[in-house]
């Protein structure tokens, strides 16, 4: 599997969990119920999730010479 291929599964992951985090948000909002800590745990882990494919992108674009619409 190559980088390539980790950044854009990645990538996909990314907004996934940023949907389920926006879904869960509005449940809770609805609910009244305020954040709670799982949800702060939820959004530290898609910003860990955001900073490796941010990492990922900037090597690829870098060093790897991969730019967006070569399919590198």
């Known amino acids: 599997m190559t980088l390539t291929t980790i950044h854009s599964i990645l990538s996909n992951t990314v907004w996934m969990f940023y949907l389920a985090l926006g879904l869960w948000g509005l449940f809770r909002a609805i609910r009244k119920q305020g954040v709670d800590g799982g949800y702060l745990g939820a959004m530290v882990i898609i910003q860990v999730l955001v900073l490796l494919q ?13 730019r967006p619409g070569r399919g590198g």
């Open 54 to 66: 941010g990492l990922m992108g900037g090597y690829l674009w870098l060093i790897d010479g991969a």
